[in-house]
């Protein structure tokens, strides 16, 4: 199994500007994903964090919008740029080898005011 | 069309019943599957993997049926602890897609 430790746990954030959190897995894994959750609603995939190079994203998430960072196979970052109130959500962070189990961080709750 | 699909619910079921969740998915080149639960305000996490044999794990049996592309969890002899969001997962070509989930209210 996989420990996934993200941060912030929570984050309130004015309008305009840009949180980054943070992930960081126990072990070394092949696969990290970002997903969103709104509330009420189940898990959206945003991007599949690439080690070494550019994010994968699904549609309707732009890299401009919410840049990846995967530097090695522990840690990635995900930010949320120029925020408005719809991006008050809970941000995802999850890992797993190939074809395998997922695990999950806690999650980053964040409200844009 | 949605990637996966499932019955938001809510189940409300007394202790001890027995209830049934489905779930379908649109990609037929799907390759594993999975049942997630996941408690008020906290992360999912995995309950049990589901394979084309059926399988089970204690009062939990999970199916696939890929000509049909279905997926089903059988939960018996309900307790209050069961009282979850089940999330139906997908995993296509190494990205796992979540179903919007079905509610579960188990009570005394």
């Known amino acids: 199994s996989a420990v996934i430790s993200q941060k912030p746990s929570r984050d309130i954030c004015q309008r305009g500007t840009s949180l980054t959190i943070q992930c960081q897995v126990d072990s070394q894994v092949t696969m990290m994903f970002w997903y969103r959750q709104q509330p009420g609603q189940s898990l959206t995939l945003i991007a599949t964090a690439n080690q070494g190079s550019e994010a994968t994203y699904e549609s309707g998430f732009v890299i401009d919008k919410f840049p990846i960072s995967r530097p090695n196979l522990t840690f990635s970052t995900l930010t949320v740029s120029n925020m408005s109130p719809e991006d008050s959500s809970i941000y995802l962070c999850s890992a797993g080898p190939q074809g395998g189990e997922l695990f999950f961080g806690e999650g980053s709750r964040l409200t844009v005011l | 069309r949605k990637e996966v699909e499932q019955d938001p619910g809510p189940f409300n079921v007394p202790e001890g019943a027995t209830v049934a969740f489905n779930c379908t998915y649109s990609?037929?080149?799907?390759?594993?599957f999975f049942w997630y639960r996941q408690d008020c305000r906290k992360e999912p996490k995995l309950l049990m993997s589901?394979?084309?044999s059926g399988n089970e794990d204690g009062r939990f049996t999970a199916q696939l049926n890929r000509a049909s592309q279905y997926i089903s969890l059988l939960i018996r002899d309900s307790k209050l602890s069961d009282s979850a969001t089940y999330l139906c997962?997908?995993?296509?070509?190494?990205?796992?897609?979540f179903g919007s989930g079905t509610k579960l209210n188990v009570k005394p």
């Open positions: 997962v997908v995993n296509d070509f190494n990205k796992f897609y």
């Open positions: 589901v394979y084309s």
């Open positions: 990609n037929s080149a799907s390759q594993s």
